[in-house]
């Protein structure tokens, strides 16, 4: 399995106090990516939620009425086991990563969705692997899916925090939309974002 970056794997230790203070996805974000992914009311969809965390998105998609079979994919051992202990409904929490999901058969899914990923995730020596999720579908579906703030304390800390740098590709810095811009035919990879987004 690939190593996780030491700055998410301390970042993220406490995973127990992530996932209480954390704040989740607003409905009115979540609805159009589904509906966009074809599995809004399409009952007993499969879906891969693609470093799930502590399962604030796979939370969403286990309350849905269609009954979704999810198996959430995490590399953290730490939010692993928050998530496991949740024992939310139509979810198998297992190991994995972008580019290995030995979890998930071939052509399985009817979606894979990120919620609150890393930009690194989308780094350009990662996306000749990226076949990996693919293969994984029945169909094209793929889904970024960022956090968008409400509250005016969220946009003061925003501007707290892009005063320090310590020389690790964030969110802000837009790096992520490179292997977007060159995508190719292999690697379909298209984006789907909330407006505004949240970054870091």
């Known amino acids: 399995m690939s190593t996780i970056n030491p700055i998410a ?20 974000a979540v609805q159009p990516f589904l509906q966009h992914l074809e599995v809004e009311n399409a009952l007993h969809a499969h879906i891969v939620d693609l ?24 590399p953290h051992s730490g939010m692993r086991e928050v998530l496991k202990k949740k024992g939310l409904k139509g979810v198998k929490v297992v190991e994995g990563t972008a580019t290995e999901m030995p979890a998930v058969e071939e052509q399985w899914a009817d979606a894979v969705v990120v919620a609150q990923i890393t930009p690194t995730c989308f780094a350009i ?7 990996t999720g693919f293969h994984k579908l029945r169909s094209t579906n793929f ?28 969110f802000r810095h837009n790096e992520w939309r490179t292997p977007f811009e060159e995508q190719t035919k292999e690697s379909p990879l298209t984006i789907q ?3 505004p987004m949240f970054s870091l």
């Open 51 to 74: 470093a799930a965390g502590t399962g604030k998105f796979t939370e969403i998609l286990a309350r849905r009425e269609e009954d979704y079979e999810i198996l959430a994919v995490e």
């Open 9 to 28: 794997q301390s970042g993220f230790a406490n995973a127990t106090s992530y996932d209480t203070h954390r704040p989740s996805y607003p409905p009115d």
């Open 125 to 131: 020596p990662v996306l000749p692997d990226l076949s």
């Open 193 to 195: 974002t909330a407006d």
């Open 143 to 170: 889904l970024t899916l960022q956090w968008v703030p409400t509250t005016e304390w969220e946009r003061k800390m925003k501007d707290i925090t892009w005063t320090f740098d310590d020389r690790s590709s964030r």
